[in-house]
Structures are given as structure tokens and as C-alpha cells.
């Protein structure tokens, strides 16, 4: 089975600390991508990513940074967490047949 | 930029009936693809069903199937005999068919709870 692992499930983390969400793929896909999702606004893509070391702001990207350094990591990085990002992140990529596969997802608070 | 409008936030549905949950886009390219997302309280993001633009005929999966309404922009789900593990939220979305690094565009979603 194609797998699309988030590292944390669940993540509490006090404002101003620097937090990192970690996504691994196991497709050896080129595409991946990081969307928020909050109730009643759905998903919203914050980064992309289409190579290694490439990136693409989404529509959000205000508060967030993103690293690609291998093929199968895509790292969402908030610089100084704020309340305002407490939120549920999911992180996705895509490539060939299967399509798009999503993680699982983590559901971030910040204090 | 494309959009994805789902207007129903909630819908409910007996079991073993059938429901229909509404999605409309806006969009000036001719070939894209549209999608139903369904997402369980597991989180997990499972793919309901896909439509290519080009394909006039409706994509159907056993159970659920889409009334594509090109002209009118409009991409409605069907789920026939609903069963307790429909229950979920739905998703539509949107992705142009030009090139594989472009995102999915999501719609807000549709909540749907199915009754005993």
C-alpha cells in the first residue's frame, strides 16, 4: 500500500515556538503538497512542492515556510506559532496512477 | 482562479435511502477533472469517485455516482441504499488537467450523518 505518514497525530505547542510537521512518502513522487483544514473553510493549500528544493506558495502561505531536501520529505515550518494556527494540517502528494494520496493528518494546538 | 462552491454544510440521510449532495464550480479552462473526496472521522482522505471534463458520461462506483453538468458547471454526488458508514464529511474538488503539480481546490464540505 502507498503510505503518506504525518509524524504526529496530535501536536500541543505554546505560541511563539518554532514547530515542525513533518510528511514522508514512500512513492517516489515528485508533487507533494501541505493544505490546513478548519471547520466550515474546508481545505486551503498553504505550500506545494513539485521537485526537490522547489516551492510554491498556495493560497495561505502568510506565517509558514516549507523545506523539500529529499524526494520524500516535505516539512511545514511555522516560524513563531500563533492561536491563530491551531488547526488540523494534512499533507498530500501525487504522482502517476494512484493519484493524489493524503496523510492522515495532525491536529495542531497552540497555547 | 478556479472555485469550488458546496452549499449545504449538513445534510442528513435514513438509512438505505438516497442522497444527493450538491457542488458547483466556476472555471474558464475546457479540460479539467473533478473529484468527491470523503473523509471519515479517522481523517483519512478517501477518494469517492473522479470525473474527467472531456467524458460526457457520468463516472458511477458501485453505490455513488456524480450528474456532471458541464455547461452548467455543476457536479453533484449521488449515494444510493446509504448506509451507517457514509457518514462523513464530503468533499468536492477541482484540479485543471494541465500539468500533475498543480493542487487540488477544495470545496468547504458537506457533513453527512446517516440515520438508523
New interface residues.
Given amino acids: 500500500d502507498v503510505k503518506v505518514t504525518q509524524s504526529s497525530r496530535y501536536l500541543v505547542k505554546r505560541t511563539g515556538e518554532k514547530v515542525f510537521l513533518e510528511c514522508v512518502q514512500d512513492m517516489d513522487h515528485?508533487?507533494m503538497?501541505w493544505?490546513r483544514q478548519d471547520p466550515?473553510?474546508?481545505?486551503?493549500?498553504i505550500y506545494?512542492s513539485?521537485d526537490v528544493k522547489m516551492k510554491e506558495k498556495?493560497d495561505i502561505p502568510e506565517g509558514y515556510s516549507v523545506s523539500r531536501e529529499k524526494k520524500e520529505r516535505f516539512s511545514l515550518i511555522l516560524e513563531s506559532a500563533s492561536t491563530n494556527q491551531t488547526s488540523?494540517y494534512?499533507c498530500?502528494s501525487?504522482?502517476g496512477p494512484v493519484?493524489?494520496t493524503?496523510g492522515?493528518?495532525t491536529r495542531l494546538t497552540v497555547v | 482562479a478556479q472555485t469550488v462552491t458546496?452549499s449545504q454544510?449538513e445534510m442528513s440521510v435514513q438509512e438505505a435511502e438516497t442522497v444527493t449532495l450538491s457542488c458547483t464550480y466556476d472555471t474558464s479552462e475546457s479540460d479539467y477533472y473533478l473529484f468527491w473526496y470523503k473523509q471519515p472521522p479517522?481523517?483519512?482522505?478517501i477518494?469517492v469517485i473522479?470525473q474527467e471534463a472531456y467524458k460526457q458520461q457520468n463516472a458511477t462506483e458501485n453505490r455513488f455516482s456524480v450528474n456532471f453538468q458541464k455547461a452548467a458547471k455543476s457536479f453533484s454526488l449521488k449515494i444510493s441504499d446509504s448506509q451507517l458508514g457514509d457518514a462523513a464529511m464530503y468533499?468536492c474538488a477541482y484540479r485543471t488537467s494541465f500539468s500533475?503539480?498543480t493542487?487540488?481546490?477544495?470545496?468547504?464540505?458537506t457533513r453527512l450523518s446517516v440515520i438508523a
Fill in positions: 515528485e508533487n503538497f493544505y466550515g473553510l474546508g481545505l486551503r493549500l506545494f513539485y498556495g488540523m494534512l498530500a501525487f504522482g493519484g493524489y493524503f492522515s493528518g | 458546496q454544510p479517522s481523517r483519512q482522505m477518494l473522479r468533499f500533475g503539480n493542487p487540488l481546490v477544495f470545496g468547504k464540505g
